[in-house]
């Protein structure tokens, strides 16, 4: 049913009017559905004009573009799409700023603690000593990454287990917003063994102080590089400081796409958002500033990798991951953050006449205003 953005837009703001909890009767179900998918065909249509513009376009294994040397492809993402997966590790429950794209914003304060020595691996607890024995018992990943909140609260307590997994030759991988690395912490990084480091620079709008930190951490660890959502905010601070932030010899970008919760939604409404195979709600936009970096570095010939982090990239890694664990053909964990459609926040996307649907029909008989949907 290629449903028209008229009736599109006259059912969602009929479901958005329901109670809460409400579910659609089946007929309402397709109606909702096939809006979705006019709403992602759109979106990538504006999405594929823009990729048939990026010089040198090229492929990892079917499962991301990328473009520059394949050298500087960073790691960690290797390991995420092709190796044995993510395997995240969780630590640190606190952060100093409060980034209006953060999956935590509004509860920043509220995350719950992992415990007093311990790291959560794979949803289990365990002390630092513990770490040798789940090295010696269970298969050893091709990479492992320090998620949640921002590390350098508590950078100190970071060193021991990079130093262990480092020896038992684990690719590390450890993300931050760079406001409290100094000379000092970053020493210590590299020298306990951490493989890469990533910036998130759009937490600071690309703040000089760490520009300057993703230039000392150059000295100390052997991959550093920027990965940060995809914003209007991030363009133009990131062109204002483009000759410095490529001066800093960084060896990537990831240009992650960015995504709505629950809890960060509400500083984009009024945007127009599509959601990629019922998953991810995101901003048409981010994938097409991706797509703009892109062509610059292509046409630029910047020394780096610029890797486009977009929904398709991390659809491919849930699948990836699951079939690692032994999941069964199709298994991903892929899925919606919210726990029914999104109805009034997508409306936006629907009143915008520069995201045209491409092809649309009358409705069918029983699905037209008037009819009685079931
Ligand atoms: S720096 Fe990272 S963890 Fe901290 S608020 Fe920003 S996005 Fe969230």
Redesign the pocket.
Known sequence: MKISKKDALMWFRFFAELPEGETLLPHQQEIAFAVLTQLEDAAEARHAALEAQVPGLRSLDGRTLFVGDEGNFPQGCRSCLTGTGLSAVRRTNR?N???P??Y?YGC?DAQPPVGEDLWEIGGTKYRTADLPMLLSVSRRPSGICYVY??PFMEIGLYYEPIRIFAEAGVHQHLYT?GTLATEENLRALGEAGLSELRF?LG?TNCAPKVIEAIKTAKRFIPRVGIETPMTPAFWESFHARKREILATGLDFINCAELHLGENNLENYLGESLYMYRQGYLSPVWSREITLRLMREAAEENWPLVVHDCSNRTKFVRDLHGKAQEGGWFGASSWGSEFSSIPYGALIPALEDDTLPFVTEEELPEGYRPGDIVL
């Open positions: 952060c700023l409060a980034c794209f953060c935590d920043l909140l921002e917003n998130n937490a």
